[in-house]
């Protein structure tokens, strides 16, 4: 599974910003997909998961009532959306897809290594 994110970019506060996960050679094996974020120095985290045969969804607190994820099975496509933007926000966001998944409520923090496919990466800037 290769996994390619785009959709990045710079947007001001209170902005909005979808971003895009589109996976090639789509495993059916995958029984997860999720968005995480990085800065530099410090460790990346969990922002939201999708099950795919549930399509049950989970959320970190930070983002919860702002981010929503879905997915397009026939596109192959997992999607970020981002309203209501804020500075602590910006960050460097990966797409990843598992296997063997994390529970919803621990995927945020204690997840990160059970996915085993990653993009490259996208990066949201949001300025005040």
């Known amino acids: 599974v290769q996994l390619v994110e785009s959709g990045g970019g710079s947007v001001q506060v209170g902005g909005s910003l979808r971003l895009s996960c589109a996976a090639s050679?789509?495993?059916?094996?995958?029984?997860?997909m999720a968005w995480f974020r990085q800065t530099p120095g410090k460790e990346r985290e969990g922002v939201a998961i999708v099950y795919r045969d549930t399509d049950i969804t989970a959320y970190a607190d930070s983002v919860k009532g702002r981010f929503t994820i879905s997915e397009d099975n026939a596109e192959n496509t997992v999607y970020l959306q981002m309203n209501s933007l804020k500075p602590e926000d910006t960050a460097m966001y990966y797409c990843a897809a598992a296997r063997n998944c994390p529970r919803p409520d621990s995927f945020s923090l204690s997840g990160r290594t059970m996915f085993t496919y990653w993009g490259q990466g996208t990066q949201v800037t949001v300025s005040s």
């Open positions: 050679r789509y495993s059916v094996s995958i029984v997860c």
